[in-house]
């Protein structure tokens, strides 16, 4: 079974830096864009940042120059660095990822994390 456990969320003040990470497990054959999002109380899920498998990158405004996106393949990883974060940034941050297996077949999976939350205290 193919999985995407999140980690690195919690606690932190304004201003301050955390680091997500989200690794994907299983009988994995390539993984294609991998992408974090996130979903504040009372307000839809929205993009935050998306890496290819080629590590092109691209950024919710909102986010630009603070956070940093990156991904290990060896590891089958994507990591999002949040600097300079803001109350704003409170919510439950998904990792998110287009995972090919073969199994009978090649088939494309869309996989999301379970979810980390993370609180940004003014």
């Known amino acids: 079974q193919v999985q995407l456990v999140e980690s690195g969320g919690g606690l932190v003040q304004a201003g301050g830096s955390l680091r997500l990470s989200c690794a994907a497990s299983g009988n994995i054959f390539r993984i294609n864009d991998m992408g974090w999002y996130r979903q504040a109380p009372g307000r839809q899920r929205e993009l935050v940042a998306v890496?290819?498998?080629?590590?092109?990158?691209n950024y919710a405004d909102s986010v630009k120059g603070r956070f940093t996106i990156s991904r290990d393949n060896a590891k089958n990883t994507v990591y999002l660095q949040m600097n300079s974060l803001k109350p704003e940034d409170t919510a439950v941050y998904y990792c998110?990822?287009?995972?090919?297996?073969?199994?009978?077949?090649?088939?494309?999976?869309?996989?999301w994390g379970q979810g980390t939350l993370v609180t940004v205290s003014s």
């Open positions: 998110n990822a287009e995972v090919i297996v073969v199994i009978t077949e090649i088939k494309a999976l869309d996989l």
């Open positions: 890496i290819t498998s080629g590590s092109s990158t």
